[in-house]
C-alpha cells in the first residue's frame, strides 16, 4: 500500500522564549514492510545539524531557534510503500542487542500488578514459543486497558494505566513492554502513523506500539491498543525504552518556560495506485 | 573471627630494620622537635585552606568545607615497585577501554563466552545511546584511576577501576607542591620522581582525541556541575594548570552541527569537553529530562563528530564492581597478556553458590554494593557485631545481585603521624592513567590513609586523610 503522510506539529508559547532546542526522530528507516519515497522534514525557521543514525537505525538531527519566538513549527512530508508482514521487522539496520531492552525505566517499570497481569497471561504456556506468548501479553494488555482518549497524560507509566484500566496507544505501548520484562522479554517503544479507516475502530493516526523481541523471528510489532500486529497501515518512524527515549520530537525551551500550547496535525491517507505524488 | 590474623606488612620496615626507601624519612622524623611538628601541621593545614582545597575525594560527599587531614609522613615507593604498578596499570587502562570499544560495537567478548551479556547490556552504567560509534582513537576511559592495596613487599592487589570521571587527582598534586615548599631539604636529599607533569600530560591527552571535525588546536574545556559540587575545586584547579576554560552546562550551548561557549567575543566553538558530570546529566534531551546542568542536544554532536567527551558516554560500564571479576579475562582476551596486577578474590552474590559462602562467612568477609562507592553500604565483617551481620545477611537474601564479597585483606601500613609520634596506619593508592594518543602515568598517585588505628577504611567520608607519594628515581 501507498500511504501519503502529512505531520505538522506547532507550538505556540505566551510569551516570547529564548530559544529551543529539538531533538528530532523524524525519519523512518527502510526495512521489509516499508519503503520511503519522498521525505522531507521543515524546520521552519531553525538552523539543523549534527545529523546521525543511532544504534536503533533511526536517523536524528538537532534544530535550533534562536529568540525572541513566540511559534514555531515543524512538518513533516512524505511517501511511505508499505507491506503487511505481520508486524514483523525485517531487514532493518540496527546494532542495538535485544538484551539492552530490558531496562525499567520509569514508565515501563513492574509493580505487583503488571507482574500479575503477566504472570496469568502466560499461565500455561510455559511451554509455547514466544511468538504464541507475546501475542497471549498483547492480548491481556488490550483486555486490561480499554482505549479512552484524555483520561490519561503524556507523563503517566504502565502501573498508573493498568489500574485506572483505561488509556490511549501510548498507555498500551508502555503495559505491554513492562509485561514483557516482567517475562524476561526484550521489549521497547516504537512510534509511526496509522491510516485512518473509515470502519470507526479506535486509533490515532500518530500513533505508538510496542515490539517484542520473538527470537525465532526477530522484533515483532504488537499493537496492543487496537489489539492487532501492524500491518500495510502503519509506517514504523522509531523506537526506544519508552515513550520519551523513542519521542519524534524532544524539545527543550531556554530560559523562562512560558505557557506552551502545543497542536499537533496527522494526515495518513492511501494513495491509489498509479497517482503520482502531489508536489 | 578467624583465629590466626595475617601479619601485617609496614612498608617502612624490613622485620626490625629500616627499609633503605625510608632511611631519610626515618632520620628526618627523629630529628624534628615536637615543636616543629604541631608548627609544620598547623602550616600544611593553612596551606590547604588558602588554595581552598577542601572537598570530598572521589565524590563521597559530606561537608563541601570539611579540611581533608592530611599526613605530612610521605609514602615511598622504590623504581622497582613502580615499574611493576606502572606497566601494571597502563596494561589494564589498555584492557578497559578495549573492553569498552568492543562492548559498544561487535561485543566479541560476549560472543566468545568470556562475559555474561546480560552483566553488560543490562547494567545500569550501559548506554544504548553509545553504541555503533567509535570515538576517536577508539578510547572511551582517559582517565583511569585504578585503586591499589598492598599486603606484603611484592603483593598489591587492584581494589576497583573507575573510568568515568576519577576524582581526587588534585591531592597528588597539592600534597607534593605543599611537601616541597615545607620541607625542601628533604626533597635535596632524594631523588623523588616529580608528578607536577600531570596537568600538561591530560592536556595533551585531551588535545590527542579532538573529533575529526576539528581543525587546528583544539579547544578544550572542563565542564563543571558548579560549585555546589564536592569536587568544583579539582575543576578550576585543572583547568587553571591547564590553562582551559571552566564552564558549566549554562555556558554552552549546540547550534548547527557543533557546541559553542558564550564568550564576551561571542561564541568559540568548543572541540573537547572533559566532563565532571554523570552520564545522565550530560543532555536533557537523551538522558534524564530534567537535568538541568548539561548541554541540550549535546549528544548529537558527540555522535555527529562535532565533539568528544571525555570520558565517552557508557564508559562506566567497566568499572561497575559486576564487571570488576572480568578485568583479567579482558586482558587476556583483547591484550592477550597475563594480568601484572591481580584482583581481590570475589564472590559474586549473584552466583548461587558464591552467595550461600558469602552468608557462611560474613564474619570474615568485606561485602560491598555492586554499585555502591565512597565506603557506604558496606559491612566489614570480622569488625561489625551479630546483630549488625545478621540484619546485613538478611539485606543479601532480599537482593543477592546487588553484592559483591571480597576476604579483609590485611593491608599495608605506612607510618603516619599520631599523638605520641608515628604509628603504622593502613592505605591505598590510586594512580591516575591518561589515554589518548599514547598511555601516560606520572609516577605516583593518591594515598589515602586510614587514620584510625586497626581502620580498614581509607575513605574521607569514614575518617581517612590523605599523604605525598613518594616514587624514587632509579
Known amino acids: 500500500m501507498r500511504l501519503s503522510i502529512r505531520h505538522i506539529t506547532r507550538y505556540r508559547f505566551d510569551e516570547p522564549v529564548r530559544g529551543i532546542v529539538q531533538s528530532q526522530k523524524l525519519w523512518p528507516a527502510d526495512c521489509a514492510s516499508q519503503r520511503v519515497l519522498a521525505w522531507t522534514v521543515t524546520s521552519h525557521g531553525a538552523q539543523t545539524g549534527a545529523e546521525f543514525v543511532d544504534g536503533a537505525g533511526d536517523m536524528i538531527r538537532l534544530a535550533t531557534w534562536r529568540g525572541p ?45 503488571l507482574k500479575m497481569l503477566s504472570a496469568v497471561a502466560l499461565k500455561g504456556l510455559d511451554g509455547a514459543s514466544a511468538l504464541d506468548r507475546a ?34 496507544c501510548q498507555d498500551h505501548a508502555h503495559a505491554l513492554i513492562s509485561v514483557a520484562h516482567v517475562a524476561e ?50 509506517v514504523r518512524l522509531g523506537s526506544g525504552y519508552d515513550a520519551l527515549d523513542a519521542a519524534p520530537i524532544r524539545g527543550l525551551v531556554q530560559g523562562a518556560t512560558p505557557e506552551e500550547h502545543l497542536d499537533v496535525e496527522v494526515m495518513v491517507t492511501a494513495v491509489q495506485s498509479g497517482q503520482q505524488q502531489q508536489q | 573471627m578467624s583465629a590466626t590474623k595475617p ?75 613502580w615499574r611493576k604498578l606502572d606497566r601494571g596499570v597502563r596494561q589494564r587502562a589498555a584492557a578497559l577501554n578495549a573492553f569498552l570499544a568492543d562492548v559498544y560495537d561487535r561485543r566479541e567478548i560476549i560472543r566468545a563466552g568470556r562475559i555474561p551479556e546480560h552483566l553488560v547490556t543490562n547494567n545500569e552504567a550501559f548506554e544504548k545511546a553509545a553504541i555503533g560509534f567509535r570515538p576517536p582513537r577508539g578510547v572511551f576511559s ?37 611537601m616541597m615548599r615545607m620541607f625542601p631539604q628533604l626533597f635535596m636529599e632524594s631523588r623523588i620522581r616529580p608528578v607536577d607533569g600531570y596537568a600538561g600530560l591530560l592536556k595533551k591527552t585531551l588535545a590527542s582525541v579532538a573529533p575529526q571535525k576539528c581543525q587546528g588546536e583544539p579547544n578544550i574545556v572542563i565542564l563543571t556541575p558548579g560549585h555546589f559540587n564536592s569536587a568544583y575545586y579539582e575543576h578550576s584547579f585543572l583547568a587553571d594548570l591547564m590553562g582551559v576554560e571552566l564552564v558549566e552546562g549554562q555556558d554552552l550551548f549546540v547550534e548547527g ?68 571479576t572480568y578485568v583479567p579475562e579482558m586482558i587476556r582476551f583483547y591484550l592477550g597478556e597475563e594480568p601484572i596486577l591481580e584482583n581481590v578474590p570475589t564472590w559474586q552474590c549473584a552466583k548461587e553458590d558464591d552467595c550461600k559462602y558469602v552468608l557462611e562467612n560474613l564474619s570474615e568477609l568485606v561485602v560491598k554494593e555492586v554499585h555502591g562507592s565512597g565506603g557506604y553500604g558496606m559491612l566489614v565483617g570480622p569488625k561489625s557485631d551479630k546483630s549488625t551481620i545478621e540484619s546485613f545477611a538478611a539485606k543479601i537474601r532480599k537482593n543477592p545481585d546487588n553484592y559483591i564479597a571480597q576476604p579483609t585483606l590485611a593491608l599495608s601500613a605506612c607510618p603516619t603521624f599520631v599523638e605520641e609520634g608515628i604509628a603504622p596506619r593502613h592505605v591505598d593508592l590510586r594512580p591516575y592513567c591518561l589515554v589518548g594518543e599514547t598511555i601516560e602515568l606520572v609516577p605516583g598517585g593518591l594515598t589515602r590513609v586510614a587514620l584510625k588505628e586497626g581502620s580498614l577504611v581509607v575513605n574521607s567520608s569514614q575518617g581517612g586523610g590523605v599523604k605525598d607519594t613518594w616514587v624514587l628515581a632509579e
Not at chain 1, 512530508?77 to 508482514?85: N, P, S, Y
Not at chain 2, 632520620?27 to 570530598?56: C, D, H
Not at chain 2, 598492598?150 to 576524582?167: A, K
Request: aromatic letters at 10%.
Open chain 1, 69 to 113: 519566538l513566540t511559534e514555531l513549527t515543524v512538518e513533516v512530508e512524505g511517501e511511505v510503500e508499505t507491506a503487511d508482514l505481520y508486524g514483523v521487522l525485517r531487514e532493518h539496520r540496527e546494532r542495538i542487542p535485544p538484551s539492552a531492552y530490558l531496562r525499567p525505566t520509569r514508565q515501563v517499570e513492574a509493580d505487583a500488578e
Open chain 1, 135 to 168: 501475542h497471549a501479553l498483547s492480548r491481556a494488555v488490550s483486555e486490561a486497558i480499554a482505549y479512552k482518549p484524555g483520561e490519561t497524560q503524556p507523563h503517566t507509566t504502565a502501573s498508573e494505566a493498568l489500574s485506572g484500566g483505561v488509556g490511549v
Open chain 1, 185 to 234: 522479554m526484550p521489549a521497547r517503544y516504537v512510534t509511526g502513523y496509522l491510516q485512518a479507516s473509515a470502519d470507526g475502530s479506535p486509533h490515532e493516526a500518530s500513533h505508538a506500539w510496542a515490539e517484542i523481541w520473538v527470537p525465532e523471528l526477530g522484533w515483532v510489532g504488537f499493537d496492543a491498543a487496537n489489539a492487532c500486529c501492524p500491518d500495510a497501515r502503519y
Open chain 2, 7 to 81: 601479619a601485617i606488612f609496614n612498608e617502612m620496615l624490613n622485620g626490625e630494620q629500616v627499609r633503605s626507601a625510608y632511611q631519610n624519612l626515618e632520620k628526618w622524623y627523629r630529628s624534628m622537635p615536637a615543636e616543629l611538628r604541631s608548627l609544620k601541621q598547623n602550616e600544611a593545614e593553612a596551606l590547604f585552606r588558602r588554595v581552598g582545597i577542601t572537598f570530598a575525594v572521589y565524590g563521597e560527599g559530606g561537608d563541601p568545607e570539611r579540611l581533608i587531614p592530611f599526613d605530612m609522613f610521605p609514602r615511598v615507593m622504590t623504581a622497582e615497585e
Open chain 2, 142 to 178: 582517559h582517565i583511569v584511576g585504578v585503586d591499589l592495596v598492598r599486603t606484603g613487599p611484592d603483593q598489591f592487589y587492584v581494589l576497583e577501576d573507575n573510568c568515568r570521571t576519577p576524582s581526587g587527582v588534585s591531592y597528588m598534586l597539592q600534597n607534593r607542591e605543599i
Open chain 2, 257 to 324: 552541527d557543533f557546541v559553542w561557549m558564550k564568550t564576551t567575543e561571542g561564541p568559540r566553538k568548543v572541540d573537547v569537553i572533559y566532563r565532571r558530570i554523570d552520564d545522565a546529566f550530560i543532555d536533557p534531551l537523551c538522558f534524564r529530562p530534567d537535568s538541568m546542568l548539561g548541554v541540550p542536544g549535546l549528544m548529537s554532536v558527540y555522535r555527529s563528530g562535532g565533539v568528544t567527551i571525555c570520558s565517552a558516554p557508557g564508559a562506566g560500564v567497566a568499572d561497575d564492581k559486576a564487571i570488576y
